[in-house]
T-cell receptor
Framework: GAGVSQSPRYKVAKRGQDVALRCDPISGHVSLFWYQQALGQGPEFLTYFQNEAQLDKSGLPSDRFFAERPEGSVSTLKIQRTQQEDSAVYLCASHVAAGVTGELFFGEGSRLTVL | DQQVKQNSPSLSVQEGRISILNCDYT??????FLWYKKYPAEGPTFLISISSIKDKNEDGRFTVFLNKSAKHLSLHIVPSQPGDSAVYFCAAFSYTGGFKTIFGAGTRLFVKA
């Protein structure tokens, strides 16, 4: 596709359930980022991939959060044993170049609601 | 510790007038500043950026001003149009600060026809 694609767009989970959120970046984009956006806040950095290598995971809030990008294209963000405070929009962004560029291409986000 | 702050949650402007969105930052090591625009149910889209070595960047109706001594930047939209109604995020990053871009909380702009 022409843009960054995320699925599912909406996910409702019961507390304690595991969820997986998928990101299809723009084809050929080297850099991939995951951000978490709580209601009324700006996006907050979670993790960064350069191709298949996860170079920065300093923003992951706990060890319940795990991200992977095994073949350097599609990425999955997994949240285990979801808690109510995990409710947020999870944004994926990509960029053609490696490293910090700032001018990111974002997907529409996956809105997670934990009951 | 909010490194990028947008203190106005919302702004209302008449169509045709100037919109001025403000942003303050605390980290003097930021190298690059950006503005993103976000419509409901969509992801943020890049709007305009400025390097820390410059004080102004202009792109059509959009101009960003940077005042490093005050650690302040602003986005000017002239003339404002109803289609500009959206949430605007100020963002910044440092080349030595890892791979994260730091975002403000956003300002919702309403442009009234």
């Amino acid at each position: 596709g022409a843009g960054v694609s995320q699925s599912p767009r909406y996910k409702v989970a019961k507390r304690g359930q595991d969820v997986a959120l998928r990101c299809d970046p723009i084809s050929g984009h080297v850099s991939l980022f995951w951000y978490q956006q709580a209601l009324g806040q700006g996006p907050e950095f979670l993790t960064y991939f350069q191709n298949e290598a996860q170079l920065d995971k300093s923003g992951l809030p706990s060890d319940r959060f795990f991200a992977e990008r095994p073949e350097g294209s599609v990425s999955t963000l997994k949240i285990q044993r979801t808690q109510q405070e995990d409710s947020a929009v999870y944004l994926c962004a990509s960029h053609v170049a490696a490293g910090v560029t700032g001018e990111l291409f974002f997907g529409e986000g996956s809105r997670l609601t934990v009951l | 510790d909010q490194q990028v702050k947008q203190n106005s949650p919302s702004l209302s402007v008449q169509e045709g007038r100037i919109s001025i969105l403000n942003c303050d930052y605390t980290n003097s090591m930021f190298d690059y500043f950006l503005w993103y625009k976000k419509y409901p149910a969509e992801g943020p889209t890049f709007l305009i950026s400025i390097s820390s070595i410059k004080d102004k960047n202009e792109d059509g109706r959009f101009t960003v001003f940077l005042n490093k001594s005050a650690k302040h930047l602003s986005l000017h939209i002239v003339p404002s149009q109803p289609g500009d109604s959206a949430v605007y995020f100020c963002a910044a990053f440092s080349y030595t600060g890892g791979f994260k871009t730091i975002f403000g909380a956003g300002t919702r702009l309403f442009v009234k026809a």
